[in-house]
């Protein structure tokens, strides 16, 4: 069977609902937008005079996006799952040959394409306000982006299976949202930098604000990327086929 | 004749609330024949989902195989998931934000059919179900009936040649259920598809299903071609009108086991299960007694309920 043929099933349906909720979407959007305002001008008032816009406010801008971009991929599979059970075509996607962890892994990639554009929006509307400018540098960015979402898929590979076996699980689902700031904003010390995402963010920042680019990674960190991303991943993924598989025994796969 | 599914010794239990054990399936085995509409039956928490599920892949059973088309729904999970698909919630089935036009793109896709030969078939398919004019419609905004042809469309478009459906016609009205019910004949006879169905409508089973399986209590209690099933009950049973009786005579008859007593406007109505033949001698030596007039005898019209419930009462007797 062609994989390519679910996938665009999934980007295809992914960008109806984007373009058909437009509204919706956008209401989002500005929510999102809101709330970075508010933090930045707490921020703001906290800081006073002394703040130094060169640093702390480039970072809270490159951090802020950063999450929004990690937040909307790692909560991509759950809360399709759960939304899934509640409308009742979850059956149906685990009928497909192609397999409910295949399925899944076409919607977190067709979501964060087109979540991807939000996130620029994003960028575009908090680097106006703030009057920041950072470095844009694509090259440099698109594998430190792609270590840190391989991190957070693995996240929502786990956490989507948790959502498999017990569906009512929004509230704790909620929780990592705020974890994912801790993340993101974390020091690479050596024992967070093994922490989803923690060190691909860093350089992220570094990346950004300090104008660095790939060579200025230590070889170190790259396999401690490479290396914490795989593993996060492949244990998401293996997590969430034992939770299918146990779901399948408890007969409650498709059960809200 | 070619077979399609084979479900061999299927058995499941699920873990209750407290610990507790509840055996959904023990030990079930049937063969579904191509080209037929066969009614999986039972009361609610008899396991016609347990077994409907599990030949989805959706529940894993604790013992027992399920073949679909030779492949086995465990070992062989896509192949023979290939060879199924299933309307299991009814108009719950499809995306209610996308139109009818984009469901059938989208699960059509996700089962490996190639946009080229679907850009014919899709209108067809829509023509078929009197979906055209809605097409483009969120399928929220469109009745119950059409919502429930689409999710019926949605299987056929996925080209599986085995259809399960769980109560296709649940809610519908008396139209929308009648155009239904043609459409499965129409796909069996046309296209040679199978068609495996669930209902608690006892009509639709006797209109379209030519075999049942009837599950109780995790096991099956009948496994018949349903014409036999009618013709078995019906040669059994017998109504006789006749006249007044005597209090002696009432007492008499109530004794005679499977026979009921019934008072009608001109005397009384008896009605005779003949597992026993020696019964209804029984019955007319006490009418016999008093020259009690019998103003009728007539062989019981059974419906298909009534064929459902004898079995049912049999298999708790």
Redesign the interface.
Known sequence: ??LW??F???L??EI??MR??FVNSLGGIITIYIIFMLIFWGYTGLGGAGLKLGTTIDSLVVSYVTWLMLMMAWQTIPYTLLQETQ???L?????????LTV?SAFKLIAGVLTDLLVVIAMLALTMATTGTSLNIDIISLLPLILFALMAVSGLGFFFGGITLMYKRIQSYLQIVQFALIALVAADPSPVFRWLPATLPSHWIRMVMIKGQNLSYIPAGDWLTMLFSSLLYLFVGIAVFKLCE?KA????T??HF | MDIVLKVNNLT?T??GSEGKQVR?LEEISFEVPRGIIFGLLGPNGAGKT?TI?SI?????PDAGSISVNGWDVQCQ???A??Q???V??GN???????TPR?NL???A???????RRLNREIPELLEVFGLTEKANQ?VRKLSRGMQQKLALA?TLVTGAPILLLDEPTLGLDVKASYEIRSLLRRIVQEEQRTVIITTHDMNVVQDICQHVVIINEGRIVANDNIQHLLDLFQVRSYDLVVGQLTPGQRTGLEQIPHLRLEPVNSGWQISLDMENPTLLWQALDVLGSEQTPIESVSRKELNFEKVFMEILGGAKA
Do not use: D, H
């Open positions: 069977m062609k043929l679910g665009a099933a999934m295809k349906k109806i609902l058909r909720y409308e009742g075509t059956e149906q996607l685990c009928m497909s040959p192609l397999g399925l598989a399948r025994r408890q007969g796969l498709g | 499941k699920y873990s959904a347990t599920k989805c892949g959706l529940v894993q999970r896509a192949k998931l290939a199924l698909t299933a299991l919630e719950r089935n499809i995306y209610w934000r996308l984009e793109e989208f699960f896709a996700i089962r490996g059919r190639k946009p969120p949605v």
